[in-house]
């Protein structure tokens, strides 16, 4: 059975930093790219930040762009989002999701991230 799992989340202040990874077995990982992307209570889920299979190319999020970093480690099976200089408005619960390489042109939508993880609660507070 393909499993994201996302790990990290927390309580955090304004100006605090964090670490999510999400962990990935079931698939070859190397095939897929991944993107990160959050919702908040009574929000509508938004995309964040995406990696392709070699970590060449990412994108981020006009609101997350200079504060948040996605990089991944092929061989751990693992996919890391930085989340640094935090802000309230970043909390929310922050999904990752897998997309085959073979529609990776396009990284910043919804279409095409056919496996999901459960998600991470990330709190700041001001």
């Known amino acids: 059975q393909v499993q994201l799992v996302e790990f990290g989340g927390g309580l955090v202040k304004a100006g605090d930093s964090l670490r999510l990874s999400c962990a990935g077995s079931?698939?070859?990982?190397?095939?897929?790219?991944l993107g990160w992307f959050r919702q908040a209570p009574g929000k509508e889920r938004e995309f964040v930040a995406a990696i392709n299979w070699t970590g060449g190319r990412t994108r981020y999020s006009d609101s997350v762009k200079g504060r948040f970093t996605s990089s991944r480690d092929n061989d751990k099976n693992t996919v890391y989002l930085q989340l640094n200089s935090l802000k309230p408005e970043d909390t929310a619960v922050y999904y990752c999701a897998a997309k085959p390489n073979i529609y990776d042109g396009n990284l910043d939508g919804e279409s095409n991230y056919i496996y999901w993880g459960q998600g991470t609660q990330v709190t700041v507070s001001s």
């Open positions: 079931g698939l070859p990982f190397s095939m897929y790219a």
